[in-house]
């Protein structure tokens, strides 16, 4: 079984500028989550989605924004980057919501200038 | 919302010996308890979870215990290779928050 996939897995914008991160789950997987892993804070939760719906949300600004479609696949946005948004985007998949294994994709590394 | 401590932040340990990583948590209504492990350039790998209903898992060289009523819980691993060198992360999850991290223990593993 394919594992979780996350493109593109680098990334380079300027301060203002807008950016999607996408990701697939494992076949079969209906959950996907974010995570925002930096040095300073760690891995954070940004929110979770379930088919289709979002589920859950972490305490980031409206800046951060994701979506699901109706093939699980799921795509982030953050708009107006900041230099403090610099950090690896990793996606979780689950086969269901709640307290449930998550399997993370490799991330993507987004650096802001 | 969740709160996840973790210590140490470095262990070094000899190849061979064990190796044992503790966590405590803030959340009473939390009942899933995963562990990652992160090697450079990679995402979190799941290595080993436990749910509030058990007090103690075991696969192969690695155990996770739980205790409920002081909250904490750790992870142990035994015969110490050089490939279990890397970041592993605990965590909780509580409510609707997804997973809460603890910062991480950075285990080197001396030949």
């Known amino acids: 079984k394919a594992g979780v996939t996350q493109t593109p897995r680098y990334l380079i914008k300027t301060r203002g500028q807008q950016v999607t991160l996408s990701c697939s789950p494992i076949?079969?997987?209906?959950?996907v989550s974010w995570y925002q892993q930096t040095p300073g804070q760690g891995l954070q939760f940004l929110f979770e989605?379930?088919?289709?719906?979002?589920?859950n949300k972490g305490n980031f600004p409206g800046r951060f924004s994701g979506r699901q479609f109706s093939n699980s696949r799921s795509e982030m946005n953050v708009s107006t980057l900041e230099l403090g948004d610099s950090a690896l985007y990793l996606c979780?998949?689950?086969?269901?919501?709640?307290?449930?294994?998550?399997?993370f994709g490799p991330g993507t590394r987004l650096t802001v200038l | 919302g969740e709160n996840v401590e973790q210590h140490p932040s470095t262990l070094s340990v000899q190849e061979g010996d064990s190796a044992v990583i503790k966590c405590t948590y803030s959340?009473?209504?939390?009942?899933?308890f995963p562990w990652y492990k992160q090697e450079l350039g990679k995402g979190p790998q799941l290595i080993i979870d436990?749910?509030?209903?058990?007090g103690e898992k075991k696969d192969q060289r690695i155990a996770v215990t739980l205790n409920k009523t002081a909250k904490h819980f750790s992870l142990h691993i035994t015969e110490t290779q050089p490939e279990d060198s890397a970041v592993y992360f605990c965590?909780?999850?509580?409510?609707?928050?997804?997973?809460?991290f603890g910062k991480g223990t950075h285990l080197i593993i001396q030949p």
């Open positions: 965590a909780a999850m509580g409510g609707a928050d997804g997973l809460t």
């Open positions: 979780a998949s689950s086969s269901r919501t709640g307290r449930n294994e998550q399997f």
């Open positions: 076949s079969g997987h209906r959950s």
């Open positions: 989605y379930f088919s289709e719906t979002q589920r």
């Open positions: 436990i749910r509030s209903n058990v």
């Open positions: 959340d009473s209504a939390s009942n899933y």
